[in-house]
C-alpha cells in the first residue's frame, strides 16, 4: 500500500497545518516552522552513531543499527507521542528532512502499531524550506510597503499594533531592534526567522497584497538579519514619520524596557532571579554601546543607571529611570536617528503625531476608520 503524501506546501502554510517535525533535535533547533513540533524518530546521539555507520560501514549497516537502537520500549514511547499529537491536532502531517526513510518509517509505525494514517510531505523539510525561500524572494519584488519610521521611543511598535495586517519584523525577530532589545527568551535562528517571514508574507499576498504597513528597521534585527532583497525594497518604499514630544517617548520606553521587560524576565525566572537577570542586562546592553557613547557620558548614564535600579529594588519605584532614558534620548539616539532621516528625506510622505499618521496610513492603505 502507498501511504499518502502532499506536495501542496502554499496549503500547509496558509492554513496553518500542524507539522509533525521528526527529525533530530539538533536538526529542529537549527530551523523550523511556527506550526512544527518535534517528535524525533531517532534523538541526537542515535543520529550520529547511525551516520558513522553509514560512513564507515554502509547504508544497510545503518538501517539495522537504526532498527536495533529503535526498538521495544523506545520505540512503543515514540510512537505513543506521535499517536498523542494527531489525536491533539487534527489534519496534521508529518516530514522528516527529505522526505525519505525516517518519514516512511514513521508514518509506517504510525500507522500499523496505532492505527493512524497521517500524510508525509513529499521531499520533506528541505523542499518545505526551498518553497518559503522562493516566496520570500517574491514578495520582495511584490509586496508594495508603507514604512512607519520616526525616533526611538516614539511608539512605532504600539502604533503598529493599531494596523490591521500590519507586519511587525521585532516580533518575528523576537528582539526589539535596539542594543536595549533583547527579551529574557533568545531569538529564533536565522533560517526559523525567515521561515516565519516567508509565511506571513504568503499570508498577506494571499489576502490581496495590499500595502504592507512595517515598522522602519535597520538592516540587523539583533543578532537576525532581514534578506536582503527585502530589506532594500522596505528601504525605497515611501517612508510615514511618527512624532511625539520627549517626555511621551520617555513614558512609552519606561513602559517597555523598564515594566515589560522586567515583567517577562519575572514571569520567567520568578521575582528575585528575574530581576537580578533583568538588571544585569539592562547594564550589559549599556556598556555595549560604551564607545560610541563615550567615556565620561558612558559613565554619567551608568551611574544614574545603577541608582534606578537600587531604589527600584528597594521601593519598587521606577521614577529615576526617567533622567537616564531622557539624555540617552536625546544625546544618543536622537542625533544617529536625524542624520539618518536626512539621508530619507525624499521618501517622507508625511510627519505627525499618532492620529495623523494613522489616518494617512488609512488613506493610502485602505484601512477601514475606525467605528463611530
Keep these: 500500500m502507498d501511504l499518502p503524501q502532499t506536495d501542496d506546501y502554499r496549503r500547509l502554510f496558509l492554513d496553518d497545518v500542524p507539522l509533525l517535525d521528526v527529525r533530530a533535535p539538533v536538526e529542529f533547533a537549527e530551523g523550523a516552522f511556527p506550526t512544527a513540533v518535534n517528535l524525533p524518530l531517532i534523538d541526537d546521539a542515535e543520529r550520529h552513531a547511525i551516520g558513522t555507520e553509514h560512513k564507515t560501514v554502509g547504508p544497510d549497516a545503518a538501517l539495522a543499527l537504526g532498527h536495533q537502537l529503535v526498538q521495544g520500549g523506545v520505540r512503543?514511547?515514540?510512537?505513543?507521542?506521535?499517536?498523542?499529537?494527531a489525536a491533539s491536532h487534527p489534519g496534521a502531517v508529518l516530514y522528516c528532512f527529505r522526505g525519505g526513510m525516517r518519514s516512511k518509517l514513521s508514518q509506517q509505525w504510525l500507522q500499523q502499531d496505532a492505527g493512524i494514517l497521517l500524510p508525509r510531505v513529499s521531499g520533506g523539510y528541505k523542499a518545505l524550506r526551498r518553497f518559503l525561500i522562493a516566496e520570500l524572494n517574491a514578495a520582495a519584488g511584490n509586496v508594495r510597503p508603507l514604512v512607519i519610521g520616526g525616533r526611538t521611543g516614539v511608539g512605532k511598535t504600539r502604533l503598529l499594533q493599531q494596523v490591521p495586517g500590519a507586519l511587525d519584523l521585532e516580533h518575528l525577530a523576537w528582539h526589539r531592534g535596539s542594543a536595549f532589545g533583547r527579551h529574557v527568551t533568545p531569538q529564533p535562528t536565522q533560517v526559523a526567522f525567515e521561515n516565519a517571514l516567508a509565511i506571513a508574507l504568503l499570508k498577506h499576498r494571499a489576502r490581496g497584497n495590499p500595502p504592507l504597513?512595517?515598522?522602519?528597521?535597520?538592516?540587523?534585527?539583533?543578532?537576525?538579519?532581514?534578506?536582503p532583497?527585502?530589506?532594500?525594497?522596505?528601504?525605497?518604499?515611501?517612508?510615514?514619520?511618527?512624532?511625539?514630544?520627549?517626555?511621551?517617548?520617555?513614558?512609552?520606553?519606561?513602559?517597555?524596557?523598564i515594566e515589560a521587560a522586567l515583567a517577562e524576565y519575572q514571569a520567567q525566572l520568578g521575582a528575585d532571579?528575574?530581576?537580578?537577570?533583568?538588571?544585569?542586562?539592562?547594564?550589559?546592553?549599556?556598556?555595549?554601546?560604551?564607545?560610541?557613547?563615550?567615556?565620561?557620558?558612558?559613565?554619567?548614564?551608568?551611574?544614574?543607571?545603577?541608582?534606578?535600579?537600587?531604589?527600584?529594588?528597594?521601593?519598587?519605584?521606577?521614577?529615576?529611570?526617567?533622567?537616564?532614558?531622557?539624555?540617552?534620548l536625546s544625546e544618543y539616539y536622537d542625533p544617529m536617528y536625524d542624520f539618518q532621516l536626512a539621508g530619507n528625506r525624499h521618501r517622507m510622505v508625511m510627519a505627525g503625531e499618532a492620529p495623523a499618521v494613522l489616518a494617512e496610513l488609512r488613506h493610502r492603505s485602505g484601512m477601514p476608520s475606525p467605528a463611530t
Excluded: C
Aim: proline share 2%; net charge positive.
Design 76 to 85: 512503543a514511547a515514540r510512537i505513543a507521542a506521535w499517536r498523542d499529537f
Design 213 to 227: 504597513v512595517v515598522e522602519d528597521e535597520s538592516r540587523n534585527i539583533g543578532a537576525r538579519h532581514l534578506p
Design 229 to 257: 532583497a527585502l530589506y532594500e525594497t522596505l528601504k525605497a518604499a515611501p517612508l510615514l514619520v511618527l512624532e511625539a514630544s520627549l517626555e511621551e517617548r520617555v513614558e512609552i520606553t519606561l513602559g517597555a524596557y
Design 273 to 328: 532571579a528575574g530581576f537580578r537577570q533583568w538588571s544585569t542586562q539592562l547594564l550589559e546592553s549599556l556598556d555595549r554601546i560604551r564607545k560610541r557613547l563615550g567615556g565620561t557620558r558612558h559613565q554619567a548614564l551608568r551611574q544614574a543607571m545603577e541608582q534606578a535600579l537600587a531604589q527600584q529594588r528597594r521601593t519598587g519605584a521606577t521614577a529615576l529611570h526617567r533622567d537616564w532614558i531622557a539624555t540617552l
